[in-house]
């Protein structure tokens, strides 16, 4: 099952495997896409995809979220996506608030998260619309608006009415029904339609029966799939998916599953969908209802039990999870039903964003390699994305940094953390010398807290830097302190699990990369010894005044990752372009000041030392051309502080020189 | 020197070395080019590559021939152009003859001539132009087709007055300086514009002054280079030089070189241009007037030392020769000097057009490799050229077969020379093979002939396909007829003397490439032997009808060669496209009938063979992802030999299932 998992999105390269098709003259003329399709999920509409996975008979997963009530909320949802969108769920839908302006530009709306969701985490998202008690005109700017921001598929439920005395308003929306139609009737096909499908019957339908016939309503007026309100039986579910298949509702039909995660949280559930809990569970969760854990071990049982039954009758392609914006049970019942996926396949070495616009992009600056977020939100407004070359889109405009502070920019971590991380008082410049190593090493500083970001980094060190921790360690000591770096990489299978990315059967390659600050002695000495190393080495060094030092060959990119696959074009999804480079040391100096000296007082001297960094180093990256080899990237730096060891031949050239 | 030559193309990186610029700020805004330059001289204006050379030191030559007389004289001077094109020219000239319709589009006209220069052999050209009783109108037009067939470099000539009394016009063309004014008023700067110097003054000069006057003020008018008339001592030159300079001319002057190749050449040229031989010459020559060789070899042994005066001077950037369409004097006066390229670098593996318009392309299909004139002619409309990626253009349309006949798409060789190689009379299916397998093997056939060409090959085989000589032997001899094919290649040098290509300091890759003609019977089994291949090899295997069995992804292209080089972005210069493919089809079927079964009778024996390999075999191409590894193709065929070997199996699956 992992196996299969491990497959996604590679599968019309297998569904092609028959690999005869008789095409004759007309095929001259097909409307081949003009850009390598690395991966048909990537562009496909989500019925596409979902039709594809039935096909293949390979089961997906996906998960519902709440949108968060406070701003520090929304970052944690944001990382839980992040860390959720890991395990390969198909898509994930954000619930819809009618009390909440849902709609608003607020980060915690339903459309900022679902939007968020798109495009910046790059996942698959179902935003969710109620229509009771809303003008047309209403729905119709909500729907335009997440068109804009690039969603593309809606939940469209009738909503609760507000107040007890609901009436029929004519012409208005009193059904989802009448959601779907309005939806299909402004805007065509562009949107995928999923409704809710309710396995006991709709609390306020006359009967079980009624309520089937308004389902059926629902995908007549154009709904795509459906996904059904929780339930505690398998059986339950199977006989109501029975009931729909023989009244010809063909669509995907997706059980919703609600692992069982504490006495209360079921209790309120319950009475808010008005369900009935059965007889044998009661009986197990009464007696154990202190327990937490306890309950949540049973939960996660019932779930997976429940799961089995249904996946092993053939009839269930997908399963719908409600996680009330948790991770641990639904993940839990994930690993054992085997769908979660434990190594995800990159189809890129960064993630993709979601967003329609951008499907094409393949090809990305190696600088925001640690801030996908910050590059995606700066270039929002791109008409068109670099794909195949980065060379092929020309000067194209980076969003300035004015609304740097934008929530999902920020650090995750709170002004505590990071003053027990980065030092509540720094001595001098080795002090920061010292945060950047203790990060490298993962070691506690003197305060004894670890080091876990950094203003560039807001994660641990990357499985890859990871290979390269001994060398970084040594010139972070010396105030080498760098920022971003890769190791080289000659042919490694694309299957790799550290530095693998796209589909099985091709090789990965990687120019060797480091970027650092380091004090403008340094970069003097730095400079003597790289004319040793021309042309193996390229060199990109700028201070905050932007006064630039490169041996770039016409300002072109360099393609430091690349790779090779069947039947594809080569990808080369990673450059190093000067030109970009001079709009990433902007935010790059920009860090030390906004998420590190401000941290202290005005004119303390621990902001006095930072001020002083970010006025005086330089921001360094190099890479070494010759890939097949070992890189020589350390030996640049050691000759450097070989030579600045002799200080009688440092003094010969000066930095701009 | 070699060395120096070998270096051709790559000074803009050499150059760069000193490797700092402060760019500061606006390096933001850079206006870069848009595509990679893998090789300046490819994009440079005529003037700015000389410019180039002159400020490296770099020597250089270029070459002049005149338009031929015959048809056939067209298709060998064409070949000439190749073969001379390979030792690196900076440019070659072509002369325009008033007499001979030099402006249209008759193969053997100096326009046709010049065009196919520039866009066929990929040869800086410069095309002569006279002006001498002509009008304004027709020289307009004559620029016009020039400028509309790729051409960027205008020699400006009077030419010589028809008939004795040549009378001044008002406001006519009465000098070179008049056209080189009409050029620039009528095209400002599109055109480079080389006029004539004259080291003795020309013969209907007033005075030596007087011409020298003159040519100043063709330079003045906005000419950017000179080449001057033949002469017999450096002295001659360097006077004239001197002489130039002091009144003030500072473009670029070119001595014309005229290797002395024969008695009555000399004397015939001499006449013409109303030279007079010095007496040192003469005497050594008369004693020699009838032995051709000593004559050729004391012309060569003359031209070089007086080369060495001119190049030791240190006055002189490059040396003009006057081929009289000739290669051997020429080509051993350079040889000697050290200015011919024994091993030109090539900056993509396939030769690049010079026309204006392609100077971006750097992708084209591999089925056209033995054909590449054939490829230019066929995409010669196209607005767009395929640059970093084949799949950016979309659905190119191939020019059509019907201009089939047009002269540089056809063999060199005679009809009969073709009937010796490939048989006056062919018994079988058999006789076929074996034509096919003496090629591979160079050996001669059974009438003592050797097979220097097949219809899709004008030429032996290229040394890479040398490599996979056995291989080819073995399969061709069981009737598997190839085509084309390259080796896999997993990293060798861009320097590599066979298989590298592009700028030094890189890594060329290839996918391991065959390309044959083979029986139904063959196909059968090979698509039985294929499954076993999956996804490791792609197909396409169609016939003349256009039936079609392929395993392509999406009928994306495959880049089955790739190089990567410093601080550059990654070339995939070579693709295996499946729609592209299908044009390459009707090509590499119709020279089964257009170039061999026309050489025989109407509904003889022979010609019937041909059409029957022509109505019932498949084109096939194969490509083994899988480019570190040992090739499996030839594994591929062997297991398709022994699976027709078994015949109870081959029964079970039909050629089309």
Known sequence: MVNQRADIGWQSSKSDSSGVSNSGESSKESSRCSTPVLDADRTDRLRDKMKRRIESGDHWFSLEFFPPRTASGAVNLISRFDRMGSGGPLFIDITWHPAGDPGSDKETSSMMIASTAVNYCGLESVLHLTCC????????????????????????????PIGEDWVEEDGGFNYATDLVKHIRCEFDDYFDICVAGYPKGHPEAESYEDDLRHLKEKVDAGAHFIVTQLFFRAETFLKFLKDCRDIGITCPILPGIFPIQGYHSLRQLVKLSKLEVPEEIKQVIEPIKDNDAAIRNYGIQQAVEMCKVLLASGEVPGLHFYTLNREVATM????????????????????????????????????????????????????????????????????????????????????????????????????????????????????????????????????????????????????????????????????????????????????????????????????????????????????????????????????????????????QPTVVDPVSFMYWKDEAFALWIEQWAKLYEDESPSRMIIQYIHDNYFLVNLVDNDFPLDSCLWQVIEDMFVLLDSPQETQEEGSDS
């Open 133 to 160: 008690n809303q003008t047309k005109e209403k729905i119709t700017a909500h729907l335009n608006k997440a068109k804009r921001l690039g969603l593309k598929n809606i939940m469209a439920l009738r909503g609760d």
């Open 332 to 571: 839990e019942v994930l690993r054992q039903l085997g769908l979660w996926a434990e190594d995800p396949r990159r189809p890129l070495p960064w993630a993709i964003s979601a967003h329609p616009k951008r499907k094409v992009e393949d090809v990305r600056p190696i600088f925001w390699a640690s801030r996908p977020k910050s590059y995606i939100y700066r270039t929002q407004d791109w008409d068109d994305f670099p794909n195949g070359r980065w060379g092929n889109s020309s000067s194209p405009a980076f969003g300035e940094l004015t609304d740097y502070y934008l929530f999902y920019l920020k650090s995750k971590s709170p002004k505590e953390a990071l003053l027990q991380m980065w030092g509540e008082e720094l001595m001098n410049e080795e002090s920061v010398y010292e945060v950047f190593t203790n990060y490298i090493t993962s070691q506690t500083n003197r305060n004894g807290h670890k080091v876990m970001c950094l203003p560039w980094n807001d994660d641990p060190l990357a499985p890859e830097t990871n290979l390269l921790k001994d060398e970084l360690e040594r010139v972070n000591r010396r105030g080498v302190l760098t920022i971003n770096s890769q190791p080289n990489i000659n042919g490694k299978p694309s299957s790799d699990p550290i530095v693998g990315w796209g589909p099985p059967g091709g090789y990965v390659f990687q120019k060797s990369y480091l970027e650092f600050f380091t004090s403008s002695e340094n970069v003097t000495a730095l400079l003597q010894v790289l004319k040793k190393y021309e042309p193996r080495v390229n060199y990109h060094i700028v201070n905050v005044q932007g006064r630039n030092i490169t041996n770039a060959h016409d300002m072109q990119p360099n393609a430091v990752t690349w790779g090779i696959f069947p039947g594809r074009e080569i990808i």
